[in-house]
């Protein structure tokens, strides 16, 4: 299952929750890896804290690969790492780009976190990133995660058609749940 996570600015909440469901998914028993496909590279740092809190003795210590990779790479590479993994979490870039289109068309799910000033302009450019995506992969499930900022996530999904508003606390649910019933 390939998970892509992005937003309208780039922002560090991107990567922070990224390095977060690829380290729930790997605790669960699951073979991950973490695609760092921003060129921020704020994924591999999350993995390097998960592993740094480990060996510090403050968390189990998830089975979790991590790599960045560049925008021209994303695509061949998925093709070949898809077999080698359960599940792939990609953390894309934020702005429009060759690499944040290929990371939204081989998605199953698309989680957009979405925290702090909002800015319609960047939304409404995300919302059609979303439907481009969607002309060439219509099975894409997206899904705005907030805990904050519940009106503007509303406001998102009514330009995203079957876009779904989901709380931080039970995004593990709605991004895997989904997956297993559909199996």
Do not use: W
């Amino acid at each position: 299952m390939i998970i892509a996570i992005t937003d309208d600015r780039g922002g560090m909440e991107k990567s922070i929750l990224a390095g977060r469901l690829a380290a729930s998914r790997a605790l669960a028993g699951r073979k991950v890896l973490l695609l760092d496909a921003d060129p921020r590279q704020g994924a591999m740092a999350q993995a390097r804290n998960l592993h740094d809190g480990a060996m510090h003795g403050s968390l189990t210590r998830p089975r979790l690969m991590a790599r960045a990779i560049s925008a021209k790479g994303l695509q061949p590479e998925l093709e070949h790492l898809v077999h080698c993994y359960h599940d792939i979490v990609i953390d894309s870039e934020g702005r429009d780009s060759m690499g944040s289109r290929s990371a939204l068309i081989a998605a199953r799910v698309l989680v957009v976190p979405l925290a702090g000033v909002v800015d319609a302009g960047a939304q409404a450019g995300l919302a059609r990133r979303i439907a481009h995506a969607r002309s060439v992969n219509p099975d894409l499930r997206v899904l705005l995660a907030t805990d904050t900022q519940a009106a503007p996530a509303h406001a998102l999904a009514a330009q995203i058609p079957a876009a779904r508003v989901v709380g931080l606390g039970q995004l593990y649910c709605a991004v895997f749940d989904n997956h297993h019933r559909a199996a």
